[in-house]
C-alpha cells in the first residue's frame, strides 16, 4: 500500500487524475479494514515505545489536504494508542506579527521532533505554498525583499520556496529524522457533504467557518497549487503520499499502514546494555533480593 500512494520524484500531478476513493483494491469489507487499523494502532505503539527508548531517530508526519478531508480525526484515531510522552501534534494557524518577521519556516522549527520522538503537523509549513499561491497577497505581510505587489510574485518565486522546503527536509533526514507527508485527497462533491454535516449537525456547528465556502469558490486553484506542491516536493527523502479521502475509515487504516511499514524500516530497536550495565542490573537484582 505505500507504494500504491507514492508519488514518485520526478511526477507530474495534476489532482484530477488521483482517485479519492481507493477501498475497492484493497479491502474485502470496512469491518475488515477497521480490524486492520486496530492492530495496526498496537503495532506503532510497540514500535514508536522502542524509538522512545533508543532515542537515535525521529518522525516527522505531515497532513494536508482541503478543508473537511478528515486531517483532525485521522491524527484522533491512528495515534489513539501513541504513548504522549513521545508525540506531539501541532496545528498551525495564521501566523501571527512576531512569526511573520522572520523566515517562513522559522516558527515550525520549535516543533520538530526530538531524537525518538514522532512530531505531527497539522498543517506545516506547505501552507506557504498553498495558501499563500491561492491568495498571493498575503505574501506582502512577510516583508519580503523584491515583492512590492502581487505582480512580483513569479515562478521564480515559487521555485525558490520549493527548493528552501527541500532543502531543509534534506538536512532533517540526514540527521535521522523520517518523514512522511499526506496529502488527504477528497473529492468537490464529498467536501460538499461534509461542510453541510456541519451546518445541519448540532455537535458539529462549531466545527463550521462561513469563510470555507468562500475557500471552496477557489477549489480550482487550490487543486492547482495542490499539484504544484506535490510535483516539486515529493523527493527520494521525503516523498507525498496521495490518500484517497472521501472515505474516512480508508484513509485511516491507509495511513496507518504506511507509518507502521516506515517504523519496521527504520529498525528501531531497545538499546542494548552493556558490560558495566549488566554489573549493574545483577547488583540491584541482588540488593533487592536480599531485602527482608
Not at 22 to 47: C, I, P, R, T, Y
Request: proline share 2%; with cysteine.
Amino acid at each position: 500500500m505505500h507504494e500504491k500512494f507514492k508519488i514518485k520524484t520526478g511526477d507530474h500531478i495534476r489532482l484530477s487524475q488521483l482517485e479519492t476513493k481507493g477501498s475497492q483494491h484493497f479491502f474485502k469489507s470496512e469491518a475488515e479494514a477497521k480490524e486492520m487499523l486496530v492492530n495496526d494502532v498496537k503495532k506503532m505503539q510497540h514500535l514508536q515505545q522502542k524509538m522512545y527508548a533508543e532515542g537515535k531517530k525521529a518522525i516527522l508526519i505531515i497532513f494536508q489536504g482541503m478543508d473537511t478531508a478528515g486531517k483532525d480525526s485521522c491524527i484522533r484515531h491512528i495515534f489513539s494508542g501513541i504513548n504522549p510522552q513521545g508525540c506531539s501534534v501541532t496545528s498551525f494557524k495564521q501566523p501571527t506579527a512576531a512569526e511573520l518577521a522572520h523566515d517562513f519556516m522559522w516558527r515550525h522549527y520549535a516543533a520538530l521532533p526530538l531524537k525518538g520522538f514522532i512530531s505531527i503537523f497539522n498543517r506545516s509549513y506547505y501552507e506557504n505554498v498553498l495558501v499563500t499561491r491561492v491568495h498571493p497577497q498575503l505574501l506582502l505581510k512577510e516583508s519580503l525583499p523584491g515583492i512590492a505587489t502581487t505582480d512580483d510574485v513569479n515562478a521564480e518565486f515559487w521555485d525558490k520556496r520549493f527548493e528552501t522546503i527541500n532543502s531543509v527536509e534534506k538536512q532533517l533526514t540526514a540527521s535521522g529524522t523520517t518523514i512522511l507527508k499526506f496529502f488527504l485527497h477528497i473529492s468537490k462533491k464529498e467536501q460538499k457533504s461534509r461542510l453541510l454535516q456541519r451546518i445541519n449537525d448540532d455537535d458539529k456547528n462549531w466545527k463550521f467557518n462561513y469563510s470555507d465556502l468562500g475557500e471552496r469558490k477557489l477549489w480550482d486553484k487550490y487543486q492547482d497549487a495542490y499539484g504544484s506542491m506535490l510535483s516539486h516536493t515529493s523527493v527520494h527523502n521525503a516523498h507525498w503520499y496521495a490518500i484517497p479521502a472521501d472515505e474516512k475509515w480508508f484513509s485511516r487504516v491507509a495511513i496507518s499502514r504506511i507509518i507502521v511499514h516506515a517504523l519496521e524500516e527504520i529498525n528501531v530497536i531497545y538499546p542494548v546494555a552493556d558490560s558495566d550495565k549488566r554489573k549493574q542490573l545483577v547488583s540491584a537484582a541482588a540488593a533487592l533480593n536480599d531485602e527482608t
